[in-house]
């Protein structure tokens, strides 16, 4: 260890696991952008029938008079995959239509864009 510099191999340390985190908040914000995208285009046209035919939800630009308008309720992720996997009210199961993936980008998507996320 260089005495002139005792700090300096923290230093470095430090900034290495800097660039690390930010380097992993960078593709994790890539994944994120995808999956609202995945969950967007699913819920326009992709489910079947698609959320938009019943929901309202402003970003969609959707106007669905059937369910909940979801700007308004403003449901987190865990309460959307729920009512996909399970259906609830008049809203059908999606689970034997929607893989997995496919139900958390939806989930995804109507919970950041209603304003829901947490």
């Not at 380097?23 to 952008?33: E, Q, T, W, Y």
């Not at 079947?48 to 959707?62: M, V």
């Not at 106007?63 to 959307?80: E, N």
Request: charged content about 20%.
């Amino acid at each position: 260890m260089n005495l002139q510099h005792p700090y300096r191999a923290l230093r470095r340390a430090t900034l290495a696991v800097c660039t690390l985190v930010a380097s992993l908040h960078g593709h994790a914000a890539d994944d994120g952008a995808k999956q609202f995208a995945l969950g967007k285009k699913l819920f326009v046209q992709g489910a079947a029938p698609a959320c938009a035919l019943c929901h309202a939800l402003k970003d969609a630009g959707s106007t669905g008079a059937v369910g909940p308008i979801l700007d308004d309720l403003k449901p987190d992720a865990a309460r959307v995959a729920n009512a996909l996997r399970n259906g609830l009210g008049n809203m059908p199961a999606y689970k034997a239509t929607l893989q997995e993936e496919q139900i958390l980008a939806l989930a995804h998507y109507v919970a950041k864009a209603s304003g829901g996320a947490r």
